[in-house]
């Protein structure tokens, strides 16, 4: 398989409304879902979301490994699959290659505006959904640079569909911690009591509730870093 | 069978009993066991007196064929039938309609087998010209005239002294009788109308719906009529000289009489009929998981439990809604939690050496295209040999799959438990337990104390009350429901991801009703138990528990009206011996003897409910 940079894109500082929908059938996340002011610092955002090759890379040369690893990169990575967004990687095993790379994890309000823009668009594309510019209802991952043509305003490829992604930060409303996923994935389950699957619009999260590592992995989960910019 | 010898009162000549209907009087005054009916052939086919419902006056069906009604006075009387013999009496009236160039024939009949219950069947059929069946209406105007009868209940409901207001209800495929009563309340009649299959026939076909409906006088049902006589109604009549009590007693002993309930009393499954006290345990939540030491802190809940009174089961829920992440099955997520499986044999371990049984979920709605429910069967039988879980709870269901069923053979003593009540005959006899689920989250849901006359029903199939959404006064509401109704509750407090707890007062009287359900156990799940008995107050319902001896009697009364109600709140049917209020605020509570007569009297509170013991005198 062809290996390709993923490079960064420079995003300019920016004030955006905030607004989210939260669709999780019963109960809420207990965020403030807007509309609401958010200032977006200058930011490098990665083009693509990282791919095997690149955590292979990471774990290869800092030897990492995670305190609990059940499921950890449970697909088994190998060159044939490099292209593909890593997966079964928790928000700390995310973390841990974001630092490596000096970046981190996009919060939320910084991914939203990364997928929809100054222009508040519903899908990183435009207004309409095309299920041809993502890997929206598919059986399994694609490389990431697949949907090219399914890029957002600032040319992010895989904002919608193909793997869901991390955000930073474990909310936690006293009861209860968890995090915010962004963006859907390949995997569309077939009944309305399963996560809503497929890929999803830009202003949308889904509120993934922490537990064991072994659970808080998924072969769905994947993450794209942000770069603090001058 | 004494009552069975009774003669036939009959208003013509016997010629009637011949093929030919000739009498030119045409009616027909007849008895049948408890029932005294008169029915006018004159102008159409009349009902004119019913037992203590005189001047009916009402036609029995009317036939509206393409939206045109069969004129009155058209129907021409066949046939009369009578035969009576020891064991059934049967009294029919055959009648034929010419109407354009259709050709119906109908048989209005009234069978007795027992005493206080009788059917009415009502058939028709039709001959149709050129072969091409037609649109056909029915409506059956007498049954209207029964609902506006002043004294008429539909089912569940009583008089609050204004109105009708409905404070029982029923979630399954019996349909109990609506009630007219004289207006003492003791010579009472009942109406069924049995639907157990309505779409296997046309018979009963919507009526069940139509007698809950506000818009019964609207109500007709279609048919569809072929030259053969087909059942159009089955409508079951029950009579009581003793008030709606008997009438439910009668209907409730019919209504088992079909049912297989071995299950139920298999002393294997004993255990789940004391299962008061469910807790429902999130595993996502500071409630369930320890997050730093990565572990679920079961004895924690175990501890908390006691304040309730202590749980009898847990049930241990982190698939949803989590499931469809990606592809992992709800089997697969139970290998995900810390240690595998061996998590939760740990929890079962520590919960079995607490007397609490342990159930984990099945999801149907998870299946997915290369599974079956045989496959789930064999996970779940791995599972059981691997942490030797308790029950499995049937989310979103009210049915027993056969797949589980099998399940049982192997593991005599593995319990189901569905979040639905089971509905139908096959489920109820298969399916031992389930929850009494209420609430709406998307509406402004009140719990409203009234009885469950499925519990009443099969006292044998505990349930467990929820209301998951519910809080603050609705939570306490829901308390007094399950003291109103003698049943344990789920202990929910953690809905996927929002923390409704109860409070410490609400905790202590789910403690102090988890300890009455436990002392009184056979009352509360004795088989003699009735909803809504005749109280003395038009504010006050009541439901009395007790088995079939009868010696002693749990009664729970609660005061639905706005003011405090002082004085007289029930007849009672023997002499007293001794009394107390076993649950509830403390009230003033005496029996007054008045003529060999006793009466409960207390001093109750607006929307308070009380739990009272009497032993009686045999």
Redesign the interface.
Known sequence: MKSFVNKKIFIESNEYTYRVEHLTLEGTCSTDHGPRNVKIKNLLVDKYPVTNQQYYFFLKKTGYQPRDSQRFLEHKPNKKIFNLPVVFVSQNDAIAYAKWVGGRLPTDEEWQYIAAGPKYLDWPWGNKFNPLLCNHDGNKLVPVNTHRKGESWCGCVDMAGNCWEWTAGIHDDGNHQFALLRGGSYFYAHDHWHVGGGARKNNYHWKLQILNEGINRAATLGFRCVYDAK | MKELTEPLLWAFDVSMMQNKFTDKKKSIDFTLGNLNLSIDLNKNIFLKKLNFIKNINNELFIIRVENKLIPKNKYKIEKVFKNTDVNLTVISIDFSQNFENDFFKGRISFVQKKKNIIDFIFQLSARWHKDIPKKVLLKFPFIINLHKNKNFLKPGDIFDGKKRIKKGVWNLHEYPPSIISDNLGIETLGFEFYDQFPWQANYNLGMSEAISSENFEKFETEVQLTQELTDIILMKIYTSSKGREKIFSLWKENTRKRYDLRKYRDSNNRWIKKNYLQHFMF?????A?D?KK?QFKINKIIKEGKQFGGYDSILFW?Q?????????NQWQ?Y????KNYKTIKKIVDICHSHNIKFFIPF?P??I?SNESLDSHAKSLEKFIKETNIDGFFLD?MSSLPESFLKIQKKFPSFEFCSEGTPREQRQIETLTSSWDQIGD?RRNFKVDINSNFFRFLFPEHPLNLVSRWSVGSDKDALIKRAAFNGMGMVIWQ??????LPFSIEQKKKIKSLKNILKKYHKYFYGDNSIPLIKTLSKKIICNEFSNSQGKQKIYSIYNFGSNKINGRILKLPLAVMEFKQIYGKKVNIQIEKKQNTFYLLANLDANDVILVNIKFKI
């Not at chain 2, 595993?283 to 409630?287: I, L, T």
């Not at chain 2, 290998?335 to 810390?338: E, G, N, R, S, V």
């Open positions: 595993a996502y939540g500071e409630e998981f997050y990565i982190h949803y809604p989590r499931l469809g992440l990606d592809e992992s997520l290998k995900y939690l810390p999801k709605w998870d997915r979103t989250i953690d809905i996927f991801g929002c923390w």
